[in-house]
């Protein structure tokens, strides 16, 4: 999915703007034009972030999300409610993307971010203290350090928390209270800090990281879930692979990419393995391995330089197999098999000179 | 002179709304509805007070050839609702549509089906996805309730429809088949134009450009004749919301006709909460999780939704998109599955599959007294006649010898009213499938009021016993139901007469069959393959159908073997089931020769495989042994030294290598002193611990052999052991105790069992 359209930067030495710096332009003409209702705390009406996120062509606003328009809506309805969202799906589906969006649009700043990880502790997500202050005066308001929920309970903002299930349960968990009661207590100054209009939580995760830290049921109940699907058009995925391969390969100082015919079988590959479905409608087992449109582009770009380094400009069937095993014995020894599957009997029923030598070259994969 | 044409979606609450008022407003002189023109003089019939769904049923039977089709009413079809408002008013009322014989219709199972998806193939409709994108919707089905299936000013609706059922007729042109309709359509309307003042006529939305045009004419229109020897007629059956709802690809019409109804019954503000109710009724009752705050959640989302999309009221999509969000509590792993018009794929989230099928609903519909029994109806009585079977009488046996062709003709009618759930067929006695020797067969036969009730519902499935049997056939093929049962019930159809299913059964079997699970393989496969071995009687040997499935399931099986792994992973009987039929359906020529080498080369990798599981791995090994003799790839074949073959195997799981390698090919093998050496060198190599844990699994092994051959082997091990061979080798095998000493000990287990239960030291179903 792409990642943003390239325009021209408002600060040209940020490498990556914030959406909310990089859109600026647009969301400053939604919000004069806005006239819609505006749930409380929101800088803008719903009609007004979809058009924001999806796209208005008669407003000149630049569609910056490819996919369902109705999981925009659930996803914004979610927000104005009590509950949080939930963005879920393969590495590559553009969930970040989607919460940096809404959050940008919807608060007017997207920074608010707590990155999951396994280090993360409690005080990344709410507060902690300025330990010289600390000692010196005592637990006062100066001395504590707010984290980004704190920030966003109290400015009535959208906090984004990223790869959620990467975190200990016990991390987790800590949003309970503040997702249920929309309050958070600092004992420490005998305090309750209640969350002002407009605070809501979007976090994404991974599919693949499934089982790393299953999220508690009480958490899933305070969230509603969103599932982000790959592209689901075979063209749209194409036409993307290509235009990504070659930017990706001039940038290696090739200046051709391989044949599309080797891309056609790429792509479809990569479909068919990822839905457990061939374009002829017979099963096939999943990949475990991730199959995202950006891993194909990885292997285009790899196809590309090897071809143009080391075999004169030749891409062959044969290299597409070993690209293919690269990726397969990433994750799981088992999807080599699966892979080994597909090549030995579901290829065989493709039409095409392509498919029958990569029906021939499968022995490439080794036994 | 007054014409209007009401260019409809068939089953939407919104267009029959909109029928009846215009029709109450009018009140013209005659009401024209598309509908086959035949049924006609019989319209009081439909007019009867019935309990919808009910559907006219036709059937047209010419020469070999067969068909049947439905036009299908709901209690809020605009149709439906035309002729009662147009009875009301007094007006003229006609079908004006070719009839359901007529060759326009061929192929078509759904006369009310939808022209949106009637695309084939399925190119893209630019305007179509220009409205999807506009109004942020996910397929045409909500682009349409968006659009239409709300409270609009009936000149607006007018106008809207005009506008969208123009576009679709642009990107979808009419095909010669439906020139011949509207053409016969357009006469019937001209007609009624000379007659009356105003004149109402009640169509699909594509018709509407061909219709609005047409002027008075005097000739009435041309008599449509079916050909002499064709065998016809219409009749008025029962319905089911969920056989209105199954209709799939262009046969479809609109989805979730429960929920329909609902809108159609309370309005859609009150349908939303009635649907929510029934929803978590089914949820609850299926042990899921549904909270109060659940619901509470996919209200708002619902009522939230609407209001950003535009919609007066909450829709259909809005009500599921709410659900979706605050019940699934988890990644999906399919696309939600109102979001694109096709059959719910598998691994569809089983939540989301029980919602829609709570707004599919489980309505059946009743008819009146005073219909026309269904043709059906005398069907079943003759046949129960010509047994004997009087009404309300005793049960009559019917004892049928398989092997006389005129008893296989009789057994076959009394199976497919099996199928048909016909009430008072039993049958009490006879073979489990067709191949098996005895071929005897008793059934008990009654006739009783439940028969009729029976067969009037059953007659929603076709108008002879055969056409009914083989529709509901392809029903229960295609029915989600574990895979062993689809195999029974593709099996006893066989004995119905109904071998060759019809494509689209077939198909979603062999989807089926793509995801069988471990367990469900094998068995399936052996008995597939014995059909098309052995029934010679039943017509199934060598039959194609039986050699697609068999491929279908060949290619599962495969996978299966492929993925099993863990080198200590124990013997299952799953797992022997599997190389069995694999080896089977290779050996006896089930599968294309691609397949087969597909086989033999897994056969031959997992042999070699360390990471395959002991047991299968011994199987994969004998199924190579005894497939080698047909192999004339001589270079593929494993290395001949099975001494090492054995020794690669883990000493621990021995035993389950070997039962796998017996299992397979015992008799390949026979008494080879080499292996039985090998084996003992490595029985030598384990400590007391491991000897007993293998125990088992070796007995087990070695219980493929038939006692003569054990006798062999004893000898083999007699010399290895440096013993005399004793002159009868099976003085080995006899037990040392006699028969009584044997008893007394059984006995005497039987009570420490008893009392270890009385004690609570075993479970209860210990009992020896």
Same mark, same amino acid.
């Given at each position: 999915?792409?990642? %943003?359209?390239?325009?021209? %930067?408002?600060?040209?030495?940020?490498? *990556?703007?914030?959406?909310?710096?990089?859109?600026?332009?647009?969301?400053?003409?939604?919000?004069?034009?806005?006239?819609?209702?505006?749930?409380?705390?929101?800088?803008? =009406?719903?009609?007004?972030?979809?058009?924001?996120?999806?796209?208005?062509?008669?407003?000149?606003?630049?569609?910056?999300?490819?996919?369902? +328009?109705?999981?925009? $809506?659930?996803?914004?309805?979610?927000?104005?409610?009590?509950?949080?969202?939930?963005?879920?799906?393969?590495?590559?589906?553009?969930?970040?993307?989607?919460?940096?969006?809404?959050?940008?649009?919807?608060?007017?700043? =997207?920074?608010?971010?707590?990155?999951?990880?396994?280090?993360?502790?409690?005080?990344? &997500?709410?507060?902690?203290?300025?330990?010289?202050?600390?000692?010196?005066?005592?637990?006062?308001?100066?001395?504590?350090?707010?984290?980004?929920?704190?920030?966003?309970?109290?400015?009535?903002? &959208?906090?984004?928390?990223?790869?959620?299930?990467?975190?200990?349960?016990?991390?987790?968990?800590?949003?309970?209270?503040?997702?249920?009661?929309?309050?958070?207590?600092?004992?420490?100054?005998?305090?309750?800090?209640?969350?002002?209009?407009?605070?809501?939580?979007?976090?994404?995760?991974?599919?693949?990281?499934? /089982?790393?830290?299953?999220?508690?049921?009480?958490?899933?109940?305070?969230?509603?879930?969103?599932? &982000?699907?790959?592209?689901?058009?075979?063209?749209?995925?194409?036409?993307?692979?290509?235009?990504?391969?070659?930017?990706?390969?001039?940038?290696?100082?090739?200046?051709?990419?391989?044949?599309?015919?080797?891309?056609?079988?790429?792509?479809? #590959?990569?479909?068919?393995?990822?839905?457990?479905?061939?374009?002829?409608?017979?099963?096939?087992?999943?990949?475990? =391995?991730?199959?995202?449109?950006?891993?194909?582009?990885?292997?285009?770009?790899?196809?590309?330089?090897?071809?143009?380094?080391?075999?004169?400009?030749?891409?062959?069937?044969?290299?597409?197999? $070993?690209?293919? @095993?690269?990726?397969?014995?990433?994750?799981?020894?088992?999807?080599?098999?699966?892979?080994?599957?597909?090549?030995?009997?579901?290829?065989?029923?493709?039409?095409?000179?392509?498919?029958?030598?990569?029906?021939?070259?499968?022995?490439?994969?080794?036994? | 002179?007054?014409?209007?044409?009401?260019?409809?979606?068939?089953?939407?609450?919104?267009?029959? /709304?909109?029928?009846?008022?215009?029709?109450?407003?009018?009140?013209?002189?005659?009401?024209?509805?598309?509908?086959?023109?035949?049924?006609?003089?019989?319209?009081?019939?439909?007019?009867?007070?019935?309990?919808?769904?009910?559907?006219?049923?036709?059937?047209?039977?010419?020469?070999?050839?067969?068909?049947?089709?439905?036009?299908?009413?709901?209690?809020?079809?605009?149709?439906?609702?035309?002729?009662?408002?147009?009875?009301?008013?007094?007006?003229?009322?006609?079908?004006?549509?070719?009839?359901?014989?007529?060759?326009?219709?061929?192929?078509?199972?759904?006369?009310?089906?939808?022209?949106?998806?009637?695309?084939?193939?399925?190119?893209?409709?630019?305007?179509?996805?220009?409205?999807?994108?506009?109004?942020?919707?996910?397929?045409?089905?909500?682009?349409?309730?968006?659009?239409?299936?709300?409270?609009?000013?009936?000149?607006?609706?007018?106008?809207?429809?005009?506008?969208?059922?123009?576009?679709?007729?642009?990107?979808?042109? @009419?095909?010669?088949?439906?020139?011949?309709?509207?053409?016969?359509?357009?006469?019937?309307?001209?007609? @009624?134009?000379?007659?009356?003042?105003?004149?109402?006529?009640?169509?699909?939305?594509?018709?509407?450009?061909?219709? $609005?045009?047409?002027?008075?004419?005097?000739?009435?229109?041309?008599?449509?004749?079916?050909?002499?020897?064709?065998?016809?007629?219409?009749?008025?059956?029962?319905?089911?919301?969920?056989?209105?709802?199954?209709? #799939?690809?262009?046969?479809?019409?609109? +989805?979730? +006709?429960?929920?329909?109804?609902?809108?159609?019954?309370?309005?859609?503000?009150?349908?939303?909460?009635?649907?929510?109710?029934?929803?978590?009724?089914?949820?609850?009752?299926?042990?899921?999780?549904?909270?109060?705050?659940?619901?509470?959640?996919?209200?708002?989302?619902?009522?939230?939704?609407?209001?950003?999309?535009?919609?007066?009221?909450?829709? *259909?999509?809005?009500?599921?998109?709410?659900?979706?969000?605050?019940?699934?509590?988890?990644?999906?792993?399919?696309?939600?599955?109102?979001?694109?018009?096709?059959?719910?794929?598998?691994?569809?989230?089983?939540?989301?599959?029980?919602?829609?099928?709570?707004?599919?609903?489980?309505?059946?519909?009743?008819?009146?007294?005073?219909?026309?029994?269904?043709?059906?109806?005398?069907?079943?009585?003759?046949?129960?006649?010509?047994?004997?079977?009087?009404?309300?009488?005793?049960?009559?046996?019917?004892?049928?010898?398989?092997?006389?062709?005129?008893?296989?003709?009789?057994?076959?009618?009394?199976?497919?009213?099996?199928?048909?759930?016909?009430?008072?067929?039993?049958?009490?006695?006879?073979?489990?499938?067709?191949?098996?020797?005895?071929?005897?067969?008793?059934?008990?036969?009654?006739?009783?009021?439940?028969?009729?009730?029976?067969?009037?519902?059953?007659?929603?499935?076709?108008?002879?016993?055969?056409?009914?049997?083989?529709?509901?056939?392809?029903?229960?093929?295609?029915?989600?139901?574990?895979?062993?049962?689809?195999?029974?019930?593709?099996?006893?159809?066989?004995?119905?007469?109904?071998?060759?299913?019809?494509?689209?059964?077939?198909?979603?079997?062999?989807?089926?069959?793509?995801?069988?699970?471990?367990?469900?393989?094998?068995?399936?496969?052996?008995?597939?393959?014995?059909?098309?071995?052995?029934?010679?009687?039943?017509?199934?040997?060598?039959?194609?159908?039986?050699?697609?499935?068999?491929?279908?399931? #060949?290619?599962?099986?495969?996978?299966?073997?492929?993925?099993?792994?863990?080198?200590?992973?124990?013997?299952?009987? %799953?797992?022997?089931?599997?190389?069995?039929?694999?080896?089977?359906?290779?050996?006896?020529?089930?599968?294309?020769?691609?397949?087969?080498?597909?086989?033999?080369?897994?056969?031959?990798?997992?042999?070699?495989?360390?990471?395959?599981?002991?047991?299968?791995?011994?199987?994969?090994?004998?199924?190579? &042994?005894?497939?080698?003799?047909?192999?004339?790839?001589?270079?593929?074949?494993?290395?001949?030294?099975?001494?090492?073959?054995?020794?690669?195997?883990?000493? =621990?799981?021995?035993?389950?290598?070997?039962?796998?390698?017996?299992?397979?090919?015992?008799?390949?093998?026979?008494?080879?002193?080499?292996?039985?050496?090998?084996?003992?060198?490595?029985?030598?190599?384990?400590?007391?611990?491991?000897?007993?844990?293998?125990?088992?699994?070796?007995?087990?092994?070695?219980?493929?052999?038939?006692?003569?051959?054990?006798? !062999?082997? !004893?000898?083999?091990?007699?010399?290895?052991?440096?013993?005399?061979?004793?002159?009868?080798?099976?003085?080995?095998?006899?037990?040392?105790?006699?028969?009584?000493?044997?008893?007394?000990?059984?006995?005497?287990?039987?009570?420490?069992?008893?009392?270890?239960?009385?004690?609570?030291?075993?479970?209860?179903?210990?009992?020896?």
């Amino acid at each position: 999915m792409p990642k %943003s359209k390239s325009r021209p %930067s408002p600060s040209p030495d940020l490498q *990556r703007p914030p959406a909310e710096v990089l859109y600026a332009d647009e969301l400053a003409r939604l919000a004069q034009d806005d006239t819609a209702a505006k749930p409380p705390g929101w800088r803008l =009406s719903l009609p007004a972030v979809r058009a924001f996120i999806l796209g208005d062509g008669d407003r000149d606003i630049s569609k910056k999300f490819v996919g369902a +328009p109705s999981l925009v $809506e659930r996803a914004m309805v979610t927000l104005a409610t009590n509950r949080g969202l939930m963005l879920v799906g393969e590495p590559g589906t553009a969930k970040s993307l989607l919460s940096e969006l809404l959050a940008a649009a919807i608060s007017g700043r =997207s920074t608010l971010t707590i990155q999951g990880g396994a280090s993360l502790i409690e005080d990344h &997500i709410k507060y902690s203290w300025n330990y010289a202050l600390l000692v010196a005066e005592g637990p006062t308001e100066k001395a504590l350090v707010p984290a980004p929920l704190y920030t966003a309970m109290k400015e009535g903002a &959208i906090v984004r928390f990223e790869e959620i299930t990467r975190c200990p349960l016990e991390v987790q968990d800590a949003l309970l209270s503040v997702l249920s009661d929309r309050q958070l207590a600092v004992a420490e100054l005998e305090q309750m800090l209640f969350a002002k209009e407009g605070f809501n939580l979007i976090a994404t995760a991974n599919t693949r990281d499934r /089982g790393v830290h299953e999220m508690s049921a009480a958490l899933k109940r305070r969230l509603n879930f969103e599932t &982000i699907f790959p592209i689901n058009d075979f063209q749209v995925e194409l036409n993307l692979v290509k235009r990504e391969a070659t930017r990706l390969l001039e940038r290696s100082g090739v200046h051709t990419r391989p044949p599309d015919e080797i891309l056609e079988i790429l792509v479809t #590959t990569f479909r068919d393995l990822r839905t457990g479905v061939t374009t002829q409608g017979h099963a096939t087992e999943r990949l475990s =391995s991730v199959l995202s449109t950006a891993e194909a582009v990885s292997v285009a770009h790899l196809l590309g330089v090897r071809s143009h380094y080391l075999t004169e400009g030749k891409v062959s069937a044969a290299d597409l197999v $070993e690209c293919l @095993a690269g990726v397969a014995a990433k994750d799981d020894a088992e999807d080599l098999k699966r892979l080994r599957a597909y090549l030995e009997r579901r290829v065989p029923k493709k039409k095409g000179a392509h498919w029958t030598a990569l029906y021939e070259a499968r022995h490439r994969l080794g036994t | 002179m007054t014409l209007v044409v009401l260019g409809v979606r068939h089953h939407s609450p919104a267009c029959a /709304g909109w029928v009846e008022r215009t029709i109450d407003r009018l009140r013209p002189g005659a009401v024209l509805v598309e509908g086959p023109a035949d049924f006609t003089p019989r319209l009081p019939e439909l007019l009867l007070d019935h309990q919808p769904p009910v559907a006219l049923y036709s059937h047209h039977r010419q020469g070999p050839h067969t068909h049947g089709s439905w036009t299908p009413f709901c209690g809020y079809s605009p149709e439906w609702r035309a002729l009662r408002a147009g009875q009301q008013t007094g007006a003229e009322l006609a079908f004006i549509d070719l009839p359901a014989w007529h060759e326009a219709f061929a192929d078509v199972e759904n006369r009310y089906r939808d022209r949106v998806y009637d695309h084939a193939p399925r190119a893209p409709m630019p305007w179509a996805e220009r409205l999807c994108e506009a109004f942020s919707a996910d397929g045409y089905d909500a682009v349409w309730d968006h659009v239409f299936e709300q409270a609009l000013d009936d000149e607006v609706r007018a106008e809207r429809h005009q506008i969208y059922f123009r576009l679709l007729r642009e990107a979808n042109p @009419a095909e010669a088949r439906d020139e011949r309709r509207e053409a016969y359509m357009r006469a019937h309307v001209a007609h @009624a134009l000379a007659r009356h003042d105003t004149v109402v006529v009640v169509c699909g939305g594509f018709h509407q450009p061909a219709l $609005e045009d047409a002027t008075p004419s005097d000739t009435p229109p041309a008599d449509i004749v079916p050909e002499e020897d064709a065998e016809l007629g219409t009749y008025l059956v029962p319905y089911t919301f969920h056989r209105l709802d199954s209709f #799939t690809g262009y046969q479809s019409g609109m +989805p979730s +006709p429960g929920y329909y109804q609902m809108v159609w019954d309370h309005g859609p503000e009150r349908a939303v909460d009635e649907a929510l109710a029934r929803i978590v009724v089914r949820l609850r009752d299926k042990n899921q999780t549904c909270s109060t705050a659940d619901l509470i959640a996919a209200r708002t989302l619902a009522g939230g939704l609407a209001r950003l999309r535009g919609h007066e009221a909450v829709q *259909r999509v809005d009500l599921l998109d709410g659900l979706a969000a605050s019940l699934v509590k988890g990644a999906l792993d399919m696309p939600l599955p109102w979001t694109r018009r096709a059959p719910i794929a598998a691994h569809t989230d089983p939540l989301l599959v029980e919602i829609l099928r709570v707004l599919s609903g489980d309505d059946r519909g009743r008819l009146h007294p005073d219909t026309p029994r269904p043709p059906l109806l005398h069907d079943v009585h003759a046949a129960l006649r010509s047994w004997g079977v009087a009404f309300s009488a005793d049960t009559v046996p019917v004892s049928l010898d398989l092997h006389q062709a005129a008893h296989r003709q009789q057994s076959a009618v009394l199976h497919r009213l099996r199928l048909l759930d016909i009430h008072g067929v039993v049958r009490a006695a006879g073979p489990a499938t067709v191949h098996d020797v005895e071929l005897q067969e008793h059934w008990n036969v009654r006739w009783t009021l439940e028969t009729e009730a029976s067969a009037i519902e059953a007659g929603a499935y076709g108008a002879t016993i055969e056409d009914a049997a083989r529709r509901r056939l392809s029903e229960m093929l295609e029915a989600d139901a574990p895979l062993d049962a689809l195999v029974e019930v593709l099996l006893m159809s066989r004995f119905a007469g109904l071998a060759d299913i019809d494509a689209r059964a077939l198909a979603v079997l062999a989807q089926r069959m793509q995801h069988a699970k471990l367990d469900e393989v094998g068995p399936a496969l052996s008995r597939l393959l014995a059909v098309h071995r052995h029934d010679a009687r039943f017509g199934g040997q060598g039959d194609p159908q039986v050699a697609a499935l068999l491929e279908a399931l #060949t290619d599962r099986a495969l996978w299966h073997a492929d993925m099993l792994s863990g080198a200590t992973a124990g013997l299952t009987q %799953s797992h022997l089931d599997l190389a069995l039929g694999l080896r089977d359906v290779v050996r006896h020529g089930g599968v294309a020769d691609a397949t087969g080498a597909a086989v033999r080369a897994t056969f031959r990798r997992r042999a070699l495989d360390a990471d395959c599981p002991c047991g299968l791995r011994g199987a994969a090994w004998g199924a190579h &042994i005894s497939l080698v003799d047909d192999d004339e790839d001589a270079p593929s074949r494993l290395p001949g030294d099975r001494r090492a073959m054995l020794q690669a195997a883990p000493p =621990s799981q021995l035993g389950d290598f070997l039962a796998g390698l017996f299992c397979l090919a015992r008799v390949e093998i026979g008494v080879d002193p080499s292996l039985v050496g090998a084996v003992h060198e490595v029985l030598c190599q384990l400590s007391q611990a491991e000897f007993l844990a293998t125990l088992p699994a070796l007995r087990h092994s070695f219980a493929y052999f038939p006692p003569r051959e054990r006798e !062999a082997l !004893a000898a083999v091990v007699a010399a290895l052991l440096g013993a005399e061979a004793p002159p009868d080798a099976r003085d080995l095998l006899r037990p040392a105790a006699s028969a009584d000493e044997l008893v007394e000990a059984r006995a005497l287990d039987r009570a420490v069992a008893v009392q270890g239960i009385d004690y609570g030291w075993w479970p209860e179903e210990s009992t020896p």
